[in-house]
């Protein structure tokens, strides 16, 4: 997804993800959590049919399979809020906190580093909690994460009152660390408590959910600049902030408890060992990391190659976002419905995405003239092909895990959410390390070739 975080995720991811395929017999190797659905009872059975569900919010998604029970649907409420409030907190530095870093004493460098240092402390805490969630518990890491996520957003609105120079260069390090760390708690947990609470449908409501990824990455940096013009730099940051804030009591209230008393004894490495997982952790890096080069390159190539200016860049980029936001779902049902579509999505999804990218400049040895129309379209396919190659990739890992003897409970899928969101952050941590100066001008042709 464009963005972190923690994507959907993909969100994402949150999202990342965010962050995000049923046959008859849902086991392992279905795409699902590997929960079977029940037998039927057989004709004179005198015990008659079983008994219902209660509160236990794992039996009602086995046993309402065709419509939402009121578990699951407020499951997606939390992590719709949690998708949407995180992505905004993350995409609303963009439009003017490098601005005002510059005139508290921060370099061009620093700054860089300040942005790049949440991929890389998201990618240590996603594999922290993927591997601790059992213990920790999921709804308190996802409530705990959400409230940290608040809180530190707010925090960050009152660093310009802090002394310029090491003292504000050091806080903002701090927060920025703080946010990670707290929004891999939170997708983490989330991605989790999605798969195990619609064990049959994980990547229809993953793609459901970057909508809510895309809104906030769409919606946070206009967003922010509106409110920083109009009242200045604080008031960003509270505001969304207390948004966030005011979510979490909601989320404690109506979040399901998924609770285990088993940790699981496999560990990412045997996980990521195995062939096929190492595979599609391949394709959620290279995923990001594309996503990831756009933001600093394209948007200058298209002031440059085009004359438009800074507002118009939005509306080009608002073309992979909305398509993105579109196909998602599409892709996340058909990957359910129909299982074996999707290798082939993962095979045309990569090989589309990366024709498209070799024509948004387009590259010199094509000798294609670089025309705005072509590049819109472009990013529209894009947005349409990442969805094809995301979206599949979180069922698959589940199910090979399954398949190769990784128990079907909340553990696994713990691993399985902290090595998703830990990938993504790898090609965010590579686009952020590698994309310099001289890389946007190595990538993308100079304004003066045809």
Request: glycine share 10%.
């Given at each position: 997804m ?40 057989a ?5 008659g ?9 794992a039996?009602?998604?086995r ?17 719709a ?6 992505m905004?907190?993350y ?16 370099s061009?460098?620093?700054i860089g580093?300040?942005f790049?240092c949440?991929?890389?402390?998201e990618?240590?805490a996603?594999?922290f909690?993927?591997?601790?969630l ?19 957003t707010i ?5 310009d009152?802090?002394?310029?120079g090491?003292?504000?260069i050091a806080?903002?390090?701090l927060?920025?660390i ?6 891999a ?18 990547a229809?409501v993953l793609g ?5 990824s895309?809104?906030g990455?769409?919606?946070?940096p206009?967003l922010?600049?509106f ?6 730099y ?15 009591p909601?989320t404690?209230h ?5 609770e285990?008393?088993?940790p699981?004894?496999h560990s ?13 952790t ?6 990001s990391?594309?996503?990831?080069f ?21 509306l ?24 074996h579509l999707?290798?082939?999505?993962l095979?045309?999804?990569n090989?589309?995405?990366?024709g498209?990218?070799?024509l948004?400049g387009?590259v010199?040895?094509?000798h294609?003239q ?20 995301i ?14 003897g990784?128990e079907e409970?909340l553990?696994?899928?713990a691993l ?6 830990a ?26 070739q045809?």
């Amino acid at each position: 997804m464009p963005g972190t975080a923690e994507p959907s995720p993909p969100a994402s991811r949150a999202s990342a993800g965010p962050l995000p395929g049923a046959g008859a017999a849902l086991g392992p190797g279905s795409g699902g959590a590997g929960v079977r659905a029940p037998p039927m009872d057989a004709p004179g059975d005198p015990e008659g049919p079983p008994p219902p569900a209660g509160d236990d919010p794992a039996a009602s998604a086995r046993e309402t399979p065709n419509r939402l029970s009121r578990e699951q649907l407020f499951v997606l409420i939390s992590a719709a809020s949690m998708n949407l409030g995180c992505m905004m907190s993350y995409s609303i530095l963009g439009p003017f906190f490098p601005k005002e870093a510059e005139k508290k004493g921060a370099s061009n460098t620093v700054i860089g580093m300040i942005f790049g240092c949440y991929a890389l402390f998201e990618l240590l805490a996603s594999l922290f909690f993927g591997k601790y969630l059992v213990q920790i518990g999921a709804k308190f890491m996802f409530v705990s994460g959400m409230f940290v996520s608040g809180g530190v957003t707010i925090l960050f609105g009152l660093l310009d009152q802090v002394p310029d120079g090491p003292v504000f260069i050091a806080l903002c390090f701090l927060v920025r660390i703080t946010d990670a760390i707290s929004f891999a708690a939170a997708i983490t947990a989330s991605f989790s408590i999605l798969a195990k609470a619609f064990p049959n449908h994980v990547a229809t409501v993953l793609g459901t959910l970057e909508i809510f990824s895309g809104l906030g990455l769409v919606l946070g940096p206009p967003l922010g600049g509106f409110l920083y013009q109009s009242f200045g730099y604080e008031v960003p940051f509270i505001l969304l902030g207390c948004i966030i804030l005011l979510m979490v009591p909601l989320t404690m209230h109506i979040l399901p408890s998924y609770e285990e008393s088993n940790p699981g004894h496999h560990s990412f490495w045997k996980l990521i060992s195995l062939p096929k997982v190492a595979l599609l952790t391949l394709i959620i890096t290279s995923l990001s990391s594309c996503f990831g080069f756009l933001d600093p390159t394209l948007s200058l190539f298209v002031m440059k190659k085009f004359n438009l200016p800074a507002g118009h860049v939005g509306l080009v980029f608002l073309g992979l976002a909305l398509s993105y936001t579109i196909s998602s779902p599409l892709c996340g049902l058909l990957s359910d419905k129909i299982p074996h579509l999707r290798k082939w999505f993962l095979v045309f999804g990569n090989i589309i995405t990366a024709g498209c990218y070799m024509l948004l400049g387009p590259v010199p040895v094509l000798h294609i003239q670089s025309q705005l129309w072509l590049l819109v379209l472009m990013l529209v396919i894009i947005g349409i092909s990442s969805g094809m190659s995301i979206i599949p990739t979180f069922p698959e890992i589940i199910s090979c895990a399954h398949e190769n003897g990784f128990e079907e409970g909340l553990s696994t899928l713990a691993l399985v959410s902290g090595l998703f969101s830990a990938m993504w952050s790898v090609g965010s941590k590579v686009h952020s390390t590698l994309g310099t100066e001289e890389e946007q001008r190595a990538l993308l042709p100079d304004e003066n070739q045809p």
